[in-house]
């Protein structure tokens, strides 16, 4: 069964050049409503437990470097079908095959500097969203 909640994280080099709130403000002209948002940073030990699930693929190293390596702001968001409808949103891993109107065809850099991640699944998204949040954020 589907739930309303996903998480989301704007990743180091978008908020470096200054995109959060626009951003922000295609999430929730989407019909989004944010539930919690931090400005935070993580260490590479937090960045290599987020993506623990990635540990044997080749970029894992370069993906802990990345997102250890500047601000984040995190996120978690409520909407009907809030998974599915935020990975439309934010658009194909590769922002050239990424649709008009998606935030990585808007702010992505590459596919490695993706603007921003989506969780993939209920699941995942209520996994991430209590790594960055405590029960008493998520209200």
């Not at 931090?38 to 470097?65: C, I, M, N, W």
């Not at 601000?71 to 935020?86: G, H, Q, R, S, Y």
Request: no cysteine; glycine share 8%.
């Amino acid at each position: 069964m589907a739930t309303n909640r996903t998480f989301t994280m704007i990743k180091p080099e978008a908020v470096e050049k200054g995109f959060s709130g626009k951003i922000l403000d295609m999430i929730t002209e989407a019909g989004f409503k944010i539930v919690a948002l931090k400005k935070t940073q993580l260490s590479k030990a937090e960045a290599g437990t987020f993506y623990e699930v990635h540990s044997e693929r080749p970029f894992y190293g370069e993906l802990v470097d990345y997102m250890s390596a500047g601000p984040i702001m995190a996120a978690v968001l409520e909407k009907d079908n809030a998974v599915a409808d935020f990975r439309t949103l934010i658009g194909a891993t590769d922002p050239s095959e990424a649709a008009e109107g998606t935030i990585r065809k808007a702010y992505a850099e590459s596919k490695g500097k993706n603007a921003a991640h989506g969780s993939d699944s209920d699941e995942n998204a209520s996994i991430e969203a209590n790594f960055f949040f405590t029960g008493r954020e998520l209200i």
